[in-house]
Nanobody
């Protein structure tokens, strides 16, 4: 499967952005799709994931109710709605996918074998 991330850009603190991850290929419903992010000088970290099939959602601790992940299997797209953005949310956001990913692995990037190109989100104070 090939992934295309989009929706990044500039936002002011307290603002919102919606990222999209569009997938090509078949059987999209069988893939857990996640968002990771990497800020300058920092390691890549888990943001959120939506499980294959039933669509159970997972979030990194820092999200604290500000972000919402969702998927539209008909459109083969996963969305990340980000609200109450803060300057520390500035990063390149990557989407990633893995088929039939075990529940224990949703936040571990090495288990994802398909990655999008990343989209930059910059939040100004």
């Amino acid at each position: 499967v090939q992934l295309q991330a989009s929706g990044g850009g500039l936002a002011q603190a307290g603002g919102s952005r919606r990222l999209s991850c569009s997938a090509s290929g078949r059987a999209f419903i069988n893939y857990t799709v996640a968002w990771f992010r990497q800020a300058p000088g920092k390691e890549r970290e888990f943001v959120s994931a939506v499980k294959y099939g039933v669509g159970t959602t997972y979030y990194g601790d820092f999200v604290k109710g500000r972000f919402t992940i969702s998927r539209d299997n008909d459109k083969r797209t996963v969305y990340l709605q980000m609200n109450s953005l803060q300057p520390e949310d500035t990063a390149v956001y990557y989407c990633a996918a893995a088929s039939f990913l075990h529940n224990d692995h949703y936040s571990t990037e090495r288990y994802y074998n398909f990655w999008g190109q990343g989209t930059q989100v910059t939040v100004s104070s």
